[in-house]
């Protein structure tokens, strides 16, 4: 169960602008963002970079779910996994390779570039982090420095969203909880 309930009216009100994007976004009201309402602020801030992270850039952005998948299973973050997962899929990624993410290094579903990427999120989501230069001379053969700079800050972002959901133990909501047991 959740650790903390959704903020008070007023707080809501101030929410109303990113609650209403989040849902046409997402097809559902994340409850993660209803957390954040508690700060407003905070709220207005992460949204920005939230997009700036997952919506803009020359990284595919079926690519920066799977790096949110890694990362946020090797954290041990099922909200954030389960979402990563569901916003995949909805971005046209196969069931198949999603349930096969963690197997990204044998796998034939897989390219030689998106393991290298996969790696670098699996490496740097473990504590300490363990991403060698080995890894980034793999990313280099594929990805220029802008690229790589998306990697991280994708696989960056979903380290504050793991540890905001993991710690407050925001409820999965119904969409990507049937969608994660789809997929087992």
């Known amino acids: 169960m959740t650790r ?7 707080f809501m009100e101030r929410c109303e602008p990113f609650l209403k994007q989040a849902e046409a976004s997402m ?3 994340p409850n993660d963002v209803l ?11 992460l949204s920005g970079l939230v997009h700036t992270v997952l919506q803009t850039g020359d990284v595919d952005p079926t690519l920066k779910r799977l790096i949110g998948i ?32 963690f197997e990204f290094e044998t796998s034939a579903l897989f390219t030689a570039a998106e393991r290298a990427v996969l790696r670098v999120a699996w490496h740097g989501a473990l504590q300490p982090n363990a991403v060698t230069d080995r890894d980034f001379e793999a990313l280099k ?9 998306e990697i991280v800050a994708v696989l960056s972002l979903y380290g504050f969203l793991n540890r ?11 969409p990507p ?4 047991t789809s997929v087992g």
Not at 4 to 10: D, H, S, T, Y
Not at 164 to 174: D, I, K, S
Not at 177 to 180: G, Q
Request: aromatic share 10%; glycine share 6%.
């Open 164 to 174: 905001w959901n993991g710690t407050l133990n925001t409820e999965l909501e119904a």
């Open 177 to 180: 909880a049937a969608f994660v």
């Open 4 to 10: 903390i309930a959704a903020p008070e009216k007023q």
């Open 141 to 149: 053969t594929h990805y220029s420095d802008r690229e790589i700079v």
């Open 70 to 101: 890694i990362s946020s299973r090797t954290q041990g973050c099922t909200y954030c996994t389960a979402h990563s997962s569901y916003g995949a899929s909805q971005l046209g990624v196969d069931a198949e390779k999603i349930a096969a993410v």
């Open 35 to 45: 957390s954040l309402c508690h700060w407003p602020e905070l709220l207005h801030s």
């Open 27 to 29: 097809g559902y009201q």
